[in-house]
């Protein structure tokens, strides 16, 4: 049981001193209210004429201010329950507010803790520039080289909120004004007391705050985007409600704050809210262009993988464009903002060639070319279906050479494990880089599970539905071109025509979106993140009047759709209590008792080496140099591991610590889970090398040897439970 005693520091008000406060309620109150009511008065009236100032600025009328103030307050209102559910969820699965700092930071496992100890850095450091600098020019990370992590771990979240702790931080301390709450924590068990701290001053606090905060505006943008789709609030409603329901195959930001994923998603819904509107458009302004080119730099910053989404998504305008929905005008519109955002991305991530080597960045080339040509190929093919057949032919074979075409000429092989992993979903290849990704069950194939968890919350069979209602209509226009062979490019028509068009070419978009979504969440379990939600996004259409305007009045229409949302709430209620009845207490005693070794029995330029996630808590929370990571997108990182993880194959042991003096290790951590553990047959790490390393077969694993007795190759300095340190003997090195 943990007793939680409160401990006094410089920064805490003391309870007298707030009865004291101005404040404080009491006697003073009434004087107060007395006082601000002639202001009240006065502020009511120039609310009352800014309203109408805005309605005549805006062209709305009354009945259309009332809607729009609605959207915006049930947008508002959804985005605080998602923050709160997120916080609520976080703190009850670790309970994060009776953690020490030490323990907060281990918390932060694997790539968490890497991206964490960045921003930690640029804290901690004398100034802002100097934090900055010292990330741009790390030797820590994978000792001896020196690195910009910036440039490649997608840092400028870390970077934007250490810049804001410390603007923060500042000015509480200038006035100062008390940041965090600390106390006095008895664990128990013959543990030591431990401080622990909330509030935004408290590092950890602020980051996750954060982190929520804009995952909660992330909600309040899909309330107004299921509305705009829909051209209903209560459009907005279903996709909010589907995004509860089904929260725990939508999300993973509660476990994990500092994924990638939780910075950039939100600005993909920006980003493909711009999009709606700009493909709704007849002639977007040149706001909305520049409005979805910052979307589009945004949502790339912060995550390596976001140009893959951005592939899918340009594959998916592509084919509206091939069937007539979307005019070549509007469609190179959008390719030239795409590619100055990735152009933008390209500077600001200091010439990463990852960007330009991309299948993303070759399709977008690819396309243009397609689409400056399109005369060529209306008179080469006859028009209709080979046309059509011909251009998405023509784009996947130039898209593929360009792509490869780009590599050799940059010299860039980091995303060529991209490659083999697509390679082996569909043959039987494999490698050691390969299965580290196939391994893990995030990387696999989807479950069956969460297909029947989606049929639960009927959130399968509605997107079922929705999808063969558009498939039918876009037959029909398809059968309608190829028998009178006149382009349905929706800017030819007027009026009403016109804009039916543009809306239902946005539909087949987004049901395109959603295949290319699905195709990827089949493949890899972990991207049904993105499959999830746009899902829940498609359910909004369940009140679109334009697909379901047969069923009658607006009212009959409204009343089946809440019948099919309480259904949905059957099984939704129950994944939301499911998740709420999660209780946990973060603990981890050998990793603490380790941590601690190395900070008081080793010197501040050991290197280390081991696990990736264990290193990265090592990277944090000791500040000691480590040579391999967890973020495995780098194919130099990539050798270097192997060179590491060589502790758990069959090779001679000369050669492991050949390998580890090549890298100037000085200790090696050895955890013989790693050596045993497998999360299916044939993904442990002895069977792993076995596909890389042949020749060893048979022969018993290295680290099984070392565990048992690790002389006279290597000395046992510490051990507990899960990890045992070995000291690497020492080789002619130069000083660091």
């Known amino acids: 049981m943990v007793v939680k005693a409160k401990k006094q520091s410089v920064k805490e008000q003391t309870a007298a001193e707030r009865e004291r406060s101005p404040a404080a309620p009491g006697r003073g109150r009434r004087a107060r209210e007395s006082r601000a009511q002639p202001q009240s008065s006065l502020n009511a009236c120039r609310a009352g004429s800014l309203s109408a100032l805005l309605r005549s600025r805006l062209g709305l009328g009354p009945a259309a201010s009332f809607r729009l103030f609605t959207v915006f307050a049930l947008a508002v209102t959804a985005g605080f329950l998602h923050w709160h559910h997120l916080f609520h969820l976080f703190e009850n699965d670790r309970h994060f507010s009776h953690m020490s700092a030490l323990e907060k930071e281990m918390a932060f496992r ?127 409603a279903v996709t909010v409600l589907c995004f509860f329901f089904n929260h725990g195959e939508s999300t993973r930001v509660m476990w994990t704050p500092p994924l990638r994923e939780s910075f950039s998603y939100p600005f993909l819904v920006l980003q493909m809210l711009l999009l709606t509107y700009i493909l709704r458009s007849r002639k977007p302004s040149r706001n909305a262009i520049l409005a979805l080119c910052v979307s589009n730099v945004v949502f790339m910053l912060p995550w390596q993988f976001a140009q893959f989404v951005l592939l899918t998504q340009v594959a998916s305008l592509f084919v509206s464009y091939v069937l007539g929905y979307l005019s070549p005008d509007k469609m190179q519109t959008i390719l030239t903002t795409h590619m100055v955002a990735l152009g933008v991305c390209f500077v600001l991530m200091f010439g990463n060639s990852m960007l330009l080597t991309s299948f993303y960045a070759s399709s977008l080339i690819s396309i243009w070319g397609i689409i400056a040509l399109r005369d060529r190929f209306r008179e080469t093919f006859r028009a209709g279906l080979i046309t059509w057949v011909m251009q998405c032919l023509a784009w996947v074979v130039t898209t593929v050479i360009l792509k490869f075409m780009l590599a050799v000429v940059l010299g860039a092989s980091d995303d060529a494990h991209i490659s083999s992993l697509i390679k082996s979903k569909f043959t039987s290849y494999k490698d050691f880089d390969t299965m580290m990704y196939t391994c893990a069950a995030e990387f696999d194939f989807m479950e069956v599970e969460t297909v029947l968890r989606y049929i639960k919350t009927l959130l399968l069979p509605v997107n079922v539905l929705l999808v063969s209602v558009i498939a039918g209509r876009t037959l029909k226009d398809v059968v309608s071109f190829l028998r009178h062979l006149s382009p349905a490019e929706p800017e030819n028509d007027n009026g009403s025509d016109q804009s039916e068009k543009l809306v239902r070419g946005v539909m087949v978009y987004h049901s395109l979106q959603l295949l290319a979504f699905a195709v990827l969440a089949v493949l890899i379990m972990r991207l049904k993140l993105f499959l999830t939600p746009h899902m829940c996004l498609m359910a909004s259409l369940l009140c679109s009047r334009q697909l379901f305007g047969w069923l009658g009045e607006k009212l009959k ?71 391999n990571h967890p973020h495995y997108e780098d194919a130099g990182l990539r050798e270097r591991t192997k060179l590491v993880y060589a502790m758990y194959s069959r090779k001679p042991v000369e050669v492991v610590k050949r390998n580890l003096i090549s890298l100037q290790v000085d200790y090696f951590i050895l955890e013989d889970s790693w050596c045993t553990r497998r999360s299916r047959p044939g993904c442990s790490m002895p069977e792993i090398w076995d596909v890389e390393d042949p020749q060893n077969v048979g022969k018993t694993p290295l680290c099984m040897m070392m565990s048992r007795e690790t002389r006279p190759h290597f000395s046992t300095v510490f051990y507990n439970s899960v990890y045992k340190v070995l000291k690497v003997p020492k080789a002619a090195r130069p000083s660091r």
């Open 110 to 236: 694997t790539e968490m803790g890497l991206y964490y100890s960045y921003f930690k850095t640029i804290i901690e450091a004398p100034t802002f520039l100097n934090g900055l600098h010292l990330i741009m020019n790390d030797r820590l990370t994978e000792y001896p080289l020196v690195i910009n992590t910036l440039k490649r771990f997608n840092l400028y979240p870390e970077v934007v909120l250490a810049s804001w702790y410390r603007v923060y931080s500042s000015i509480m301390d200038f006035f100062r004004i008390p940041t965090k709450m600390c106390w006095s924590i008895n664990r128990g068990e013959g543990l030591e007391p431990v401080e622990s701290c909330e509030g935004l001053g408290d590092p950890a606090y602020f980051y996750i705050t954060f982190v929520f905060l804009l995952n909660g505006v992330m909600m309040s943008l899909f309330y107004v985007y299921g509305a705009y789709l829909s051209g209903s609030r209560l459009g907005g």
């Open 557 to 627: 229409h409204q009343a089946a759709v809440l019948a099919i949302l309480s259904i949905m709430a059957v099984q939704g209620v129950t994944n939301l209590q499911y998740q709420w009845g999660i209780m946990g207490e973060f603990s981890n005693l050998p990793q603490e008792e380790l941590l601690e070794w190395i900070k008081e029995n080793t010197p501040q330029s050991a290197v280390f080496a081991g696990a990736m996630p264990t290193m990265a808590s090592v990277k944090l929370s000791t500040g000691r140099a480590i040579v």
